[in-house]
């Protein structure tokens, strides 16, 4: 019996780590941490994974900002569920264009951030375009130290 168990523990447990993950990133006009946000608005993901931006509140879209090396640039409509694969390591900033003046940003890191200093080499000019709080803003970037 107990071998059984673990058996079928270990067929489950190798299961899950082949299989990538889909993250769900809900696009929100009011969420935990205030209007317009992603919601999480920073992930930790591996090559393989897929995000899909869920338009659980109306009016939002997202475009990417800086990608991973060889990670596609994005851009949705507006109330689209849309979802992408990452197939690149390294990280992806990327925002709401509407809602940018108000911090509406999000970040994804795919394995390690190779590519940090690209990020940080191009993070004040998204940030100037950031009116209200941008200090929210900079919590999230802050996930890359
Ligand atoms: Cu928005």
């Known amino acids: 019996m107990y071998h059984k168990v673990v058996m079928a523990w270990l067929a489950l447990t190798t299961v899950t780590s082949l299989s990538a993950k889909d993250w769900q990133v809900q696009m929100l006009s009011f969420g935990d941490k205030g209007p317009m946000v992603f ?15 869920v338009p659980t509140q109306p009016g939002h879209y997202v475009q990417s900002y800086v990608t991973a090396e060889g990670q596609d640039a994005w851009t949705s409509t507006f109330n689209e569920t849309y979802q ?21 940003v999000g970040m994804i890191q795919v394995g390690e951030a190779i590519n940090s200093e690209v990020i940080e080499t191009r993070y004040p000019e998204l940030r100037d375009k950031i ?10 970037l802050d996930n890359l130290k």
Request: proline content about 9%; aromatic content about 8%; charged content about 15%.
């Open 39 to 53: 919601e999480p608005d920073f992930i930790q993901a591996q090559v393989g994974d897929t995000v899909t931006f």
């Open 84 to 104: 992408i694969t990452l197939n690149n390591e390294g990280v992806n900033l990327y925002y709401c264009p509407p809602h940018l003046m108000m911090g509406m």
């Open 131 to 140: 009116t209200l709080n941008p200090e929210r803003v900079d919590l999230i």
